[in-house]
């Protein structure tokens, strides 16, 4: 039976990504080696990363004076890299769900923050818009896409102090003004490719500005002046989103991955009005994410949740269990989910109220 991928993280990987890193597991380019085999020093693989900064570069329309950079750790290694290279004296953050509230306690260690606004009372369901930020803070952390609550803060909000937004689940959905950002972060693993690999795209001049050393690993300023060459990076994590990277310019760009985006969620959340079963975790349309649909049984209906879970399961729905701290569904609809998956999902959706 075909699967239908709605895998919060790690998640669903275009087709072509998936096929061109399996061949070239097997023989890079025609080398007669893998991609794991050869150095990260070859004239090969040096290729490999200067194509994926300038493609990344090319697709999110960055301005000169902004490095992009390819590392270690995850999205969480950030969550502490962040403030060790930017929190002299004060950072200001707003929390809108767990992986907020964990950059949060991490930044703590490294001086005054400021949670600017929180919608923690309740359950991170909706994005606090009502905030001032004060020109004393070094910066504003915001996460724009909160995986686990299906919100997204869709604008590139303007703020008087450099922006640093967490981007992990909707990095390259769409297009972004980079120039109003500082800093963007996040874990390749939703929206790029494996596991195992960050990116992170730095205005240059934010730098320097910390009276603390910084560990040279953990300082960026190591790993712009190295092209992320500074130890050895997670080379078959870059190739594999390099084939991402390569697929969303040849479907037209984030302009075009948008609006399919767009058309996926909304069949989805106007699937999930009009069912009587269900109801969107999330009351205001502004706030809903086009990358992580949340919904759950409508009062009436609570009973018929696990029944739900087993019927999508049969139609071969994959991964639409919700995060325990919501509860119910989640859908997550990222680049490379095809239309005909969100049809699947509708469909079952329907032929089980039918039955309801
Ligand atoms: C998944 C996720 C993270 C954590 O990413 P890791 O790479 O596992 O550290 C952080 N922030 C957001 C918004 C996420 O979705």
Redesign the pocket.
Known sequence: MKKHNFNA?PSVLPKFTIENTAKNVLDLEGTGLSIMEISHRSKEFSAIMDESVALMKELLDVPSGYSVLFLHG????QFCMIPYNLLNKKAAYLETGS?SSKAIKEAKMFGEVEVVASSKEQNYNFIPRDFRVSGDAEYLHI?T???IYGTEIKEDIEVPVPLVA?T??DILSRPMDVSKYGLIY??A??NLGP?GL?YVIIKDDILGKVDRTIPTILNYKTHIENGSLYNTPPCLAIYASLQTLKWLKGLGGLKVINKMNTDKANMLYDEIERNKLFVSTVKNPADRSIMNVTFVMNENYKDKEADFLQFAVSKGMVGIKGHRSVGGFRASLYNALPKESVIALIDAMKEFEAKA
């Open positions: 993280g995850g999205a969480s290694l992986w996460t896409n909160n995986t967490d992990s689940s996040g874990g693993q939703k596991a960050a």
